[in-house]
Every structure is written in structure tokens, then in C-alpha cells.
């Protein structure tokens, strides 16, 4: 009944998104939206047991779930997956998705899921500082979880999708914790689209505009700064695999994200999905890890492609 309902209210939102306009009654309608999706969160399904829960930050927000990969020879590798939600909501215990940690850790993987500090107490800066943070307090208990902290990879879901590709194209986030590209593996942004910030805010969703300004701001060379578009020149992380369902913001931002990775010396592939929408959007990554959902198997493939890669050398 819960996933039924989560539908309708799904296709709701989509329904007000489709026909908002600019102005005060796209504000109206743009905190509908927000209380939608609220509504859709709350009714998320629970994460997946057995998990450690570790502290990285003096923040309440600044802690992460880790789970053990269940069948590993030696050290395992490890994703690390950020939680989406508008920069400015979203749980790690009701936004990862129920079959992402027991898929994974299946797969012989170690999988962890992070909060982080949300706007507006926070910045989108700070947030992408609190995505490094995690990685360097995995990294540093790697011995006691079993991680082989030199197969890491990135994996964020919306405004995740935008902090894991801002992480892994500049580099400044990763050195503010001690580490490099050198100790990321590769990125999987899950259908974004704020790669570039001032596109999605001049072409973008009028709906999702009040949004956008409170985390991006007004100031151009701010909102530069903060997409990983204009960010990937090299250096960058060294293999990325963007995934969309079918919004045409998302699909065009991922393209111009693909473009200017591969222009920047990243290896770069893309999986594009049935859905539309905030339904397709949500589905993608409620979905994510089902054996029976098409994108489970294009990661599965990219992944032991990836860490074979890095096993080898």
C-alpha cells in the first residue's frame, strides 16, 4: 500500500512541476513539492540491517552507516553512497534505498551511506567537505572494516548525484581531507542535474528555482565554482558512469557532464533508463540493486570492471 501511495504522490508532483510557471505561484508550488517529497520520505522504506554506524564530524549530521561485505578474499572495496533530497533534506536511513547495502554487500563490496549537513545551516561547499570527511574516516579505519581503501567509489543519488561529481572534479574537497583523485576509484552520479549550476537555473524546472537559489546562490562565479561541468579539466577522478531515467534536464546535464569528463581525460560511460519525471527519478534509485531492475546490472558490470582494473595493478 505504502509503495502505491508513494506513486500517486509521485505522479502529483509531476503534475504540478509540469505546468509551473515563474513567480509567486511556481513558490506556492514549489513548497508543495517540498512537502510531497517530505511525505515520500517519510514513508521510504527502513535501511537494511547490520550495519556500524560511524561518527565523522562533530555534527549530529556527520555520521555514516557501514556495512561489511558479506564474501570477500582480503580487504574489499568499498562504495560510498550520499543521499540526494535538494541540499537541504534527506536521511541516510530513509534515502539509500533497501536494496542497495544487502545487493552490494552480496557482490562481496563494502557499502556505507552518509548524512551530511544540509542547507541552509550548512553550504553546498561544506556538504561536498562533509562527502570528503566520510571517505577520509573510512579510509582511516579500513584495517577494522576490511576496506581496501584503494578501490573507492563514489555513488550519489540527486543533489548526491551533484556532491559525488563536484567531489570528483574538484579536487579541493578531497585534499581538505587529507586525500587526492588518487584514492577515489571512480564516481556513479544517479541522475543529477545541477552538473552546471547556472544552466539548470537558467533552463531548469521553474518549479525547482527557489531551491536552486537557496543552495547556489545569486553570484555567478559562485555558482561556477560549484558545478563539476565546469570543474572537469583535469585532473579528475578517474572513471565515472552517469546514470539518467528520462528528464530532459537530467539527460542534457548528463551529456554535457560526459563531454566535459571525456575532455578532461576521465573514461567515462552513461546508462540511460526507462522513467520520467519525480517518479522515474525516485524509482531509479529506490530500485537501484533489485536484480530485476536494468540498471542493478550495468553497475554490477562497471564496478567489477573498475576494481578488476585496480586489482590488477
Known amino acids: 500500500m505504502m509503495r502505491t501511495l508513494t506513486g500517486w504522490v509521485a505522479v502529483a508532483v509531476f503534475a504540478v512541476a509540469s505546468v509551473a510557471t ?36 562533530a555534527d ?23 543521499h540526494g533530497g535538494g541540499w537541504k533534506r534527506g536521511d541516510k536511513d530513509n534515502a539509500t534505498g533497501r536494496f542497495k547495502a544487502p545487493h552490494y554487500t552480496g ?3 563494502a557499502f556505507a551511506s552518509i548524512n551530511y549537513r ?40 540527486s543533489a548526491g548525484a551533484h556532491l559525488v561529481a563536484l567531489v570528483g572534479t574538484d579536487e579541493r574537497y578531497l585534499k581538505s581531507a587529507g586525500l587526492t583523485f588518487a584514492d577515489v576509484a571512480g564516481v556513479i552520479p544517479i541522475d543529477g542535474a545541477a552538473y552546471d549550476v547556472t544552466a539548470q537555473m537558467r533552463d531548469g524546472p521553474p518549479i525547482m528555482q527557489k531551491t536552486y537559489a537557496q543552495a547556489f546562490g545569486a553570484d555567478p562565479e559562485r555558482q561556477l565554482s560549484l558545478s563539476p561541468t565546469e570543474q572537469a579539466a583535469a585532473p ?4 565515472f558512469l552517469l546514470l539518467h531515467v528520462q528528464r530532459p534536464d537530467g539527460v542534457r546535464q548528463a551529456k554535457a557532464l560526459a563531454a566535459a569528463l571525456e575532455a578532461g581525460g576521465s573514461r567515462v560511460e552513461t546508462g540511460s533508463f526507462d522513467g520520467e519525471g519525480l ?35
Open 118 to 157: 544540509l542547507v541552509p545551516a550548512a553550504t553546498v561547499e561544506q556538504q561536498a567537505a562533509d562527502v570528503a570527511a566520510a571517505v577520509r574516516a573510512l579510509v582511516d579505519r579500513a584495517a577494522s572494516l576490511g576496506i581496501d581503501r584503494h578501490r573507492i567509489v563514489l555513488m550519489g543519488h
Open 22 to 57: 515563474p513567480g509567486p505561484l511556481a513558490n506556492a508550488r514549489e513548497r508543495l513539492r517540498d512537502r510531497l517529497a517530505e511525505r515520500m520520505a517519510a514513508g521510504a522504506e527502513p535501511k537494511a540491517e547490520g550495519s556500524e554506524t560511524v561518527a565523522y564530524g
Open 107 to 109: 557482490e562481496g563490496y
Open 236 to 239: 579528475n577522478a578517474p572513471a
Open 60 to 82: 549530529p549530521l556527520q555520521t555514516l552507516d557501514i556495512w561489511k561485505a558479506k564474501t570477500a578474499a582480503g580487504s574489499a572495496p568499498l562504495i560510498v553512497f550520499v
Open 279 to 313: 517518479r522515474g527519478h525516485m524509482e531509479i534509485n529506490r530500485s537501484l540493486g533489485d536484480p530485476a531492475y536494468p540498471a542493478t546490472a550495468t553497475v554490477d558490470a562497471w564496478l567489477k570492471r573498475l576494481f578488476d582494473r585496480k586489482a590488477a595493478r
